[in-house]
């Protein structure tokens, strides 16, 4: 998966919506990315708008199957991990009766 942007977003969800496929995504370092994507690991961060280098990467993956299955499975822990919605909710929900529970007289 090869996600690039012209905006610096805040956080890139689509690429930890392609991890949860298993794919290794390749990603220029602008916003929110380093946030999730570690570099080598479950994909590559490009310094920004380094064309040449990303299009290197991309071809890397592309021609070194077991390395992209590699980084695709390191991004699904990843994401499983730190990203999963159940979990997510389950925060939320002890966020919210802590702070209900402070306010009660």
Do not use: C, H
Request: no cysteine; hydrophobic share 45%; charged share 30%.
């Amino acid at each position: 998966m090869a996600l690039s942007s012209l905006w610096p977003e805040p956080i890139a969800t689509i690429g930890l919506e392609v991890m949860r496929y298993a794919l290794p995504v390749v990603a220029f370092d602008a916003g929110g990315i380093k946030d999730w994507l570690i570099d080598g690991q479950n994909g590559y961060r490009v310094r920004w708008m380094d064309r040449d280098a990303y299009a290197a990467r991309v071809e890397e993956l592309l021609n070194n199957k077991p390395l992209a299955k590699q980084m695709g499975e390191a991004g699904l822990k990843l994401v499983s991990e730190r990203y999963d919605f159940e979990g997510y909710i389950g925060d939320l929900e002890k966020m919210f009766a802590t702070v209900a529970a402070e306010k009660r007289p």
